[in-house]
């Protein structure tokens, strides 16, 4: 289902049209990451109860946020001159604030997250499965970002992929089109075909992997079992074989995973991404693995850039990550 759409066409893919994603002087430079509210982007999360439904997260989501919300800031700022529409897309869109568990804290989801950025995107799509947690977003959303061009689309982001494609602005030399997709989810339930249908457009990935809770954690039925879950968040079967043909043990099983999933993005055509540029998040409680936060790019400024968000939301915000 789908609700506030004002445009619903297919883009251009990345073998048509469209500008370089870069220009020579290199706009993702650090004269964009000094010259942002930096403030803005990645301290002011916290906010206020409004009374609608905001799921409870852990604390360590807070980590992940302020990311979100320094990387969504330069994205929306650099790009906008560069580009003639800037899109964000958020698979796993939820209900736009969230509640950390056991206090009285509300935070900005990513979506409005999103929405708050000092250079709004031009199209915001947002997939969420369930009805309760969209109908609040829409709420949130003609509340804080009334002029925003948002559609909303119910259902879960798998099925609808074809509908979330269509909603993706027509892209041509001129008119180029460029999207940030985020992808969120609660455990490593990602579909590879999902992101592969997406990967025909202009479209930087901003990637969750859940390898540290759902993949450790359900080892001995992802390896040994029948379970396809892993299978659908690569897009391969061969991965067994790979892993056992490693043979190292349980705990070499996250840093392999997140190499096969590196491995996928590059037969779309994405960059590799090593460990050391998939940010860790870790519990606040007992210090263990959660999950990876990765980019997914075509170039490597982009992820030269991603380097700098990491050094630079560490030396100069105080995140303790």
Same mark, same amino acid.
């Given at each position: 289902?789908?609700?506030?759409?004002?445009?619903?066409?297919?883009?251009?893919?990345?073998?048509?049209?469209?500008?370089?994603?870069?220009?020579?002087?290199?706009?993702?430079?650090?004269?964009?990451?000094?010259?942002?509210?930096?403030?803005?982007?990645?301290?002011?999360?916290?906010?206020?109860?409004?009374?609608?439904?905001?799921?409870?997260?852990?604390?360590?989501?807070?980590?992940?946020?302020?990311?979100?919300?320094?990387?969504?800031?330069?994205?929306?700022?650099?790009?906008?001159?560069?580009?003639?529409?800037?899109?964000?897309?958020?698979?796993?869109?939820?209900?736009?604030?969230?509640?950390?568990?056991?206090?009285?804290?509300?935070?900005?989801?990513?979506?409005?997250?999103?929405?708050?950025?000092?250079?709004?995107?031009?199209?915001?799509?947002?997939?969420?499965?369930? !009805?309760?947690? &969209?109908?609040?977003?829409? /709420? $949130?959303?003609?509340?804080?970002?009334?002029? %925003?061009?948002?559609?909303?689309? @119910?259902?879960?982001?798998?099925?609808?992929?074809?509908?979330?494609?269509?909603?993706?602005?027509?892209?041509?030399?001129?008119?180029?089109?460029?999207?940030?997709?985020?992808?969120?989810?609660?455990?490593?339930?990602?579909?590879?075909?999902?992101?592969?249908?997406?990967?025909?457009?202009?479209?930087?990935?901003?990637?969750?992997?859940?390898?540290?809770?759902?993949?450790?954690?359900?080892?001995?039925?992802?390896?040994?079992?029948?379970?396809?879950?892993?299978?659908?968040?690569?897009?391969?079967?061969?991965?067994?074989?790979?892993?056992?043909?490693?043979?190292?043990?349980?705990?070499?099983?996250?840093?392999?995973?997140?190499?096969?999933?590196?491995?996928?993005?590059?037969?779309?055509?994405?960059?590799?991404?090593?460990?050391? !540029?998939?940010? &860790?998040?870790?519990?606040? /409680? $007992?210090?263990?693995?959660?999950?990876?936060? %990765?980019?997914?790019?075509?170039? @490597?400024?982009?992820?030269?850039?991603?380097?700098?968000?990491?050094?630079?939301?560490?030396?100069?915000?105080?995140?303790?990550?």
């Amino acid at each position: 289902m789908v609700e506030q759409s004002r445009s619903g066409e297919d883009g251009a893919p990345p073998s048509q049209g469209g500008r370089f994603f870069f220009g020579a002087k290199n706009i993702f430079s650090r004269n964009v990451l000094y010259n942002i509210d930096v403030a803005s982007a990645s301290e002011d999360l916290r906010v206020e109860n409004d009374g609608l439904i905001s799921p409870d997260v852990g604390s360590w989501a807070e980590t992940k946020y302020r990311l979100l919300a320094l990387y969504d800031e330069l994205f929306s700022t650099g790009m906008k001159f560069k580009w003639d529409k800037r899109v964000y897309i958020d698979l796993y869109a939820a209900a736009g604030y969230s509640h950390v568990s056991g206090t009285n804290i509300y935070l900005k989801g990513s979506p409005v997250t999103a929405l708050t950025v000092t250079d709004a995107f031009d199209k915001y799509i947002f997939c969420e499965e369930s !009805r309760e947690l &969209l109908d609040a977003l829409k /709420e $949130r959303t003609k509340r804080i970002a009334p002029a %925003a061009d948002v559609t909303l689309i @119910q259902g879960n982001c798998d099925v609808e992929i074809d509908t979330i494609c269509a909603a993706i602005p027509k892209g041509s030399s001129g008119n180029t089109v460029l999207s940030l997709c985020l992808v969120d989810p609660f455990d490593f339930g990602i579909k590879f075909e999902t992101l592969r249908k997406l990967s025909r457009f202009y479209v930087d990935f901003l990637v969750l992997l859940a390898i540290g809770m759902d993949a450790n954690r359900n080892y001995d039925h992802y390896v040994d079992g029948n379970s396809p879950k892993i299978d659908d968040a690569l897009g391969n079967t061969e991965w067994r074989e790979r892993w056992k043909a490693v043979g190292v043990r349980r705990k070499g099983f996250r840093p392999f995973l997140a190499s096969e999933f590196s491995a996928s993005m590059e037969s779309l055509g994405y960059l590799p991404v090593p460990m050391d !540029r998939m940010k &860790l998040v870790r519990s606040d /409680e $007992r210090n263990l693995p959660l999950y990876h936060l %990765a980019l997914f790019s075509r170039h @490597q400024t982009a992820l030269k850039f991603w380097d700098e968000v990491l050094k630079y939301s560490t030396d100069q915000t105080g995140f303790d990550w």
